[in-house]
């Protein structure tokens, strides 16, 4: 059973695991910092071990969902959908009013998850994220709370 809760400190190697298997793009020190400096750093959970983790900042108005990452073989089971959705349930309780994040253009199962949860498009940053082959596009998505 797949369970969420806020990360803990000694969950840090897992979730720098996690993150190789992604993206990469954040520091170890990041991560302690996310710990620390109060965003809303969650964690979803198999057999009490870390298999995923969302990272969220709320500045009293409005959260912005800064990262969303699954282990590649739990990915496609709903973990991450598991993990948005507290997210914007903790959001919503907290009277946020909007929940902003932006994804590469080329991510098209992330894309599919955030348009099966209403998120709409709001805007392009064109060759926002450097790739191996160049650039690619950042998509800015937003879901309305109220």
């Known amino acids: 059973m797949i369970e969420t809760g ?4 000694d969950d840090l190697g897992d979730i720098l695991r ?4 992604g993206d990469a793009s954040w520091s170890k020190a990041a991560f302690e910092d996310a ?3 109060g965003e809303w750093f969650l964690v979803a959970r198999e057999n009490r071990r870390p298999i995923g983790f969302a ?14 990452s699954v282990s590649v073989v739990n990915r496609n089971r709903g973990v991450a959908t598991a993990l948005l959705l507290e997210l ?6 907290k009277g946020a009013g909007v929940c902003h ?11 599919s998850l ?3 949860l209403k998120f709409g498009l709001t805007g392009l940053r064109k060759a926002y994220y450097r790739t191996s ?6 998509l800015l998505m937003a879901k309305d709370l109220k």
């Not at 806020?6 to 400190?9: G, K, L, S, T, Y």
């Not at 994040?101 to 894309?111: F, G, Q, T, Y």
């Open 55 to 68: 990272i969220g900042r709320f500045d009293g108005f409005d959260v912005e969902l800064l990262k969303l």
């Open 114 to 116: 955030y348009r099966g």
């Open 133 to 138: 082959d160049g650039f690619s596009d950042a």
């Open 101 to 111: 994040l932006e994804v590469d253009a080329r991510n098209e199962s992330a894309i």
């Open 6 to 9: 806020p990360a803990q400190p």
């Open 88 to 93: 914007l349930n903790m959001s919503k309780q």
């Open 35 to 37: 710990l620390v400096d």
């Open 18 to 21: 996690i993150e190789q298997d």
